[in-house]
């Protein structure tokens, strides 16, 4: 190199002394190697520093700077923190630079502008990287590789990037970009690779970039541009090898001239609004693989016009075609079945397709995605789909549509099913073929919403990966029930990997497996309304009352105690059992509503009393009622958590402290709520958390265990609470705290937030609605949500609850509330404070706020929300283009966001927050607007959470086909 010995560092540990100190030790013989035998004239120097993921830390010393014979510097997939130091444009003989895929914040250095030598510069993949693009960077002549993507930049592409006249790659994507593109970007003439996807870019494509004959690869998706493609694109871009231009606004009709990109690859167009038929003669794309027009407006609605999509039949490297939600209608052309031999993903989803499944579709045998779901096909399903063989692992879903007649036994041949199979919701009916036993790689059965009959085979225990099994009526879209009998299979126990298990609402008789409780695996199980009969097990999932529900089986019996069935007699637990009497299936119920109402109001009195004891001023103590729970003594409680140790504290509130613990002859953990009785109100607050809690019964609340009313050592009355506890903390926790340093380890992704969400809203609408008279939380917010192992959410602290009476509840807006503001700041609703009562409304309001912060990471106590700011108006503002700026980054950590050109899962993802804040803002808008009612609410959040499940598994296969 120019008579400079070429110096390598030993990492990692000469490359910390060579960050440290620079150059002035680079004579040390454990830093530095000779890369010849003889001896160097002149003074040893660094030329190049390669570290490419050596697990180094810290941050990037200042003493760079000091290395100024470097010529490439490479410190990517480590995890540095801090900021790029400026002495970094010390380094004017710098070449090369990545710095990627670290944790680096602040901003680029201006003065890196400096290195004007500098071909390459890689800093991307840092989240805390912000601030703007320094326009400076227009002024590096030699420039050739600018990638910044997956960042926090903000402003907009400066117009200096223009000067960089050897600019071969720009890649801006996954930042938070804003503004147009710079027409100067046209002035690049060897720009091959533009890729600027998932920003806030808006405006329209300018004239320019139609310049760039040179280009290769051009991304736009997932941002705000619209317009029209110009009819002669095809002149434009004539070495172009994929587009993706997918989730913006382009219109108008898909430019005939795009069959004129011989070198065409892929073509991303989704989720805009282009109309029309589609270019004819698509054929003549013959490098084509891949052709996504989803989520468009584009027609064909007759032979003539469907011909333009099968003469893709010519394309022979086709391996990914998607049509789906479009308007297409009319019949599949019988030439679809002639696509390419390659063809590995085939997606028709949600249009008005009707007629007949191809009878040639089997000649794709290399399929391994065929989604039909959503249209109007009907007839039968043709046995040629037996054929499909060659593909790895194959995806089947014909569900929502008309299909008649029996499930081919082919299908339950087709051993390379290896994910799932959707048959639901149609018309299909008959007995499960025998069959299905040889799909021993499945892992979703889907069948529900069908007219299915005869008994569940016991070959279906021999699919020993399968995780979910629907054979209900009651999935997510809550269609048509089925009609099995006979009884639930034994061996279904023995399939290894079953976690979710529905055979709700069908005509299944016999008394339920004992072998189901022995699963290790399994998680839910709904056995609700069917015919089932006996005793209950009480084991494995059976113990999960959160997980298990079977309800509309009168003639069941036993089990655990939480749902209150009745005992066992020698009469209903024989082996041969009959129908319960149906008198006795109305008896029994009133029975049990009684007998629960006398236990409540014995609780109701036994809280009274308490109350009223502990009010006085003697010292007199409460004396213990007896109450529906079972009691503790005051020395289990202290021994279980170590004498109340510091070290078992879970958290503390004005009313008391909760510990973890355990109790004598329980190896499960619990969580332990002592109440501090020197402070007022907290008999008060026991006697709430009493009546509120005899009252509830629900799986999205937290499960009381006990409760221990007693004299201390002190001499001194004692209460306390037992609750089931919950292994990962309060919501709050895992919303603020900070995961950075931690390589997200713990953050919240945005799927386990929806269902959070979906946990706290069916807890409110089972308080507000379930319960009678209703019960008011008073004081939702995520300190108070709870989660579990399996991070599901349970709303806990009753401590200072309501239950209405029933004149507010029928009129909560018509009377004063005379026990002053009820709630923590930030969440109280503002009628509270004008003097209205205490309603359903005002925990509609707190849910609201919290829906915003659980999604956005801002506690509406933040600093940022003063003079009139709050954080229901931050949220407002941000409807319906800028939810991806104040969304919460934490989200972003194990979502795989930084999948190059995901623009399906950006997709989903924008509409689903913007759905999701808009729910947010409706719940936490000021009285007198009309309120929305948290039954409404949880309506529209399980629609939220289960279009967003759909659309990503759906999403997957698309986002494998852009990186």
Not at 73 to 87: D, R
Not at 395 to 416: C, H, Q, R, W, Y
Request: aromatic content about 6%; some cysteine; glycine content about 8%.
């Amino acid at each position: 190199m120019s008579g400079i010995g070429s110096i390598r560092i030993r990492p990692p540990a000469a490359a910390a002394a060579a960050l440290r100190h620079g150059n002035q030790h680079c004579n040390r013989r454990n830093v530095f190697e000779r890369p010849w035998g003889r001896r160097e004239r002149h003074r040893l120097r660094v030329v190049a520093l390669d570290l490419f993921s050596q697990g180094l830390t810290g941050t990037i010393s200042p003493a760079i700077g000091n290395l100024t014979f470097l010529r490439s510097l490479n410190l990517s997939f480590n995890t540095l923190q801090g900021e790029i130091p400026p002495t970094i444009g010390s380094l004017t003989r710098l070449r090369l630079i990545d710095l990627s895929t670290n944790m680096l914040t602040g901003v680029i250095p201006r003065n890196i502008s400096r290195c004007t030598s500098l071909d390459t510069m890689y800093i991307n993949s840092n989240k805390g990287i912000r601030g703007s693009i320094p326009d400076e960077i227009g002024n590096m002549p030699s420039l050739s590789y600018l990638v910044l993507f997956n960042n926090s930049i903000t402003g907009t592409i400066p117009s200096s990037l223009g000067n960089l006249s050897r600019l071969i790659e720009l890649s801006l994507s996954l930042n938070y970009l804003e503004g147009s593109i710079p027409s100067s970007i046209g002035n690049n003439p060897y720009l091959t690779f533009l890729q600027l996807s998932v920003n806030n870019i808006s405006g329209l494509l300018p004239p320019s970039l139609y310049n760039l004959s040179s280009l290769n690869y051009f991304y736009t998706a997932d941002n705000n541009l619209h317009g029209r493609l110009p009819f002669d694109l095809g002149k434009s871009f004539p070495s172009i090898q994929e587009i993706f231009i997918g989730g913006n606004r382009f219109s108008g009709a898909l430019p005939q001239s795009i069959t004129n990109l011989s070198k065409l690859q892929m073509l991303y167009v989704e989720n805009n609004s282009f109309a029309g038929i589609v270019p004819s003669r698509l054929g003549r794309l013959q490098n084509l693989e891949v052709l996504i027009l989803e989520d468009n407006m584009l027609e064909a609605n007759n032979e003539e016009e469907w011909e333009h999509i099968a003469s893709l039949t010519n394309c022979s490297r086709l391996q990914k075609l998607s049509i789906g939600w479009n308007k297409f209608a009319g019949k599949l052309p019988s030439s679809l079945a002639n696509l390419s031999t390659n063809l590995q993903w085939l997606r028709t989803t949600s249009n008005n397709i009707s007629g007949l499944i191809p009878s040639d579709i089997g000649n794709l045998g290399r399929l391994e995605y065929l989604d039909f779901r959503d249209n109007l096909l009907t007839g039968v399903i043709p046995e040629s789909i037996g054929k499909l063989t060659l593909g790895k692992h194959l995806a089947l879903d014909i569900s929502i549509n008309k299909l008649t007649g029996f499930i081919p036994k082919v299908i339950m041949e087709l051993s390379s099913i290896s994910s799932i199979l959707d048959l639901s919701y149609n018309l299909l009916e008959g007995p499960l073929p025998a069959e299905v036993g040889n799909l021993v790689n499945i892992e979703e059965l889907r069948l529900s919403g069908n007219k299915l009959s005869g008994a569940i085979p016991d070959a279906i225990g021999n699919c020993k990966v399968l995780e979910i099994l629907f054979l209900d009526g009651l999935s997510l879209l809550n269609l048509t029930d089925n009609k099995l009998n006979g009884s639930i299979p034994g061996n279904l126990a023995t399939i290894t990997d079953l976690k979710e298990l529905y055979l709700a609402h069908n005509n299944l008789s016999g008394t339920i497996p004992e072998l189901l409780g022995n699963s290790t695996s399994l998680l839910h199980l709904d056995l609700s309304f069917n015919n089932l009969q006996g005793e209950v097990p009480k084991e494995g999932v059976f113990r999960n009352i959160t997980g298990l529900s079977i309800v509309g089986n009168n003639a069941l019996c036993g089990g655990i105690q939480q749902p209150h069935l009745p005992k066992c007699t020698k009469s209903t637990v024989g082996k041969k059992k009959k129908s319960m009497p149906k008198f006795l299936r109305i008896v029994i119920p009133i029975t049990g509503a009684i007998m629960l109402l006398l236990s409540g109001l014995a609780l109701a009195g036994f809280c009274y009393r308490k109350s009223k004891v502990g009010l006085k001023k003697d010292d007199e103590q409460p004396q213990l009622t007896e109450i529906e729970l079972p009691m503790i003594p005051y020395n289990d409680i202290l021994k279980g958590t170590d004498g109340f140790s510091e070290a078992n504290v879970l958290g503390k509130g004005r009313y008391g402290t909760v510990y973890r613990g355990t109790l004598e002859n329980h190896a499960v953990a619990i969580a332990v709520k002592v109440f501090n009785l020197q402070q007022s109100g907290s008999y008060k607050s026991f006697m709430a958390e009493c009546e509120a809690l005899r009252r509830v019964r629900h799986r999205c609340l937290v499960k009381i265990i006990t409760c221990c009313s007693s004299i201390n050592h002190q001499g001194q009355d004692f209460r306390a609470l037992v609750f089931e506890f919950m292994a990962n903390g309060s919501l709050d926790r895992w919303i603020h705290s900070n995961f950075d340093g931690q390589n997200g380890q713990g953050a919240l992704s945005l799927s386990q937030r929806l269902d959070i969400a979906v946990d706290i809203m069916d807890a409110l609408d089972y308080l507000h609605n379930s319960c009678q008279p209703p019960v008011i939380h008073c004081d939702l917010k995520p300190s108070n949500i709870l989660l579990n192992q399996d991070m599901r959410a349970r709303v806990g602290d009753f401590g200072i609850a309501r239950v209405l009476d029933q004149s507010t509840s029928k009129n909560p807006m018509n009377s004063n509330s005379s026990i002053g503001i009820r709630g923590t700041i930030g969440y109280i609703a503002p009628e509270y404070g004008e003097g209205l009562a205490v309603s359903t409304y005002g925990d509609v309001y707190s849910l609201g706020v919290t829906l915003i912060e659980m999604f956005t990471g801002r506690s509406p106590t933040d600093d940022m929300f003063r003079d009139g700011m709050s954080l229901h108006y931050f949220a407002e503002a941000s409807l319906p283009d800028k939810v991806m700026e104040i969304a919460d980054s934490n989200m972003w950590l194990h979502d795989g966001l930084n999948t190059k050109n995901d623009t399906t899962h950006m997709t989903s993802i924008k509409e689903c927050l913007s759905s999701v804040i808009q729910l947010g803002v409706l719940c936490s808008r000021q009285l007198p607007i009309e309120p929305l009612s948290v039954s409404d609410a949880a309506t529209e959040m399980h629609a939220i959470r289960d279009l967003y499940i759909t659309t990503q598994h759906s999403g997957s296969y698309a986002s494998s086909a852009k990186i």
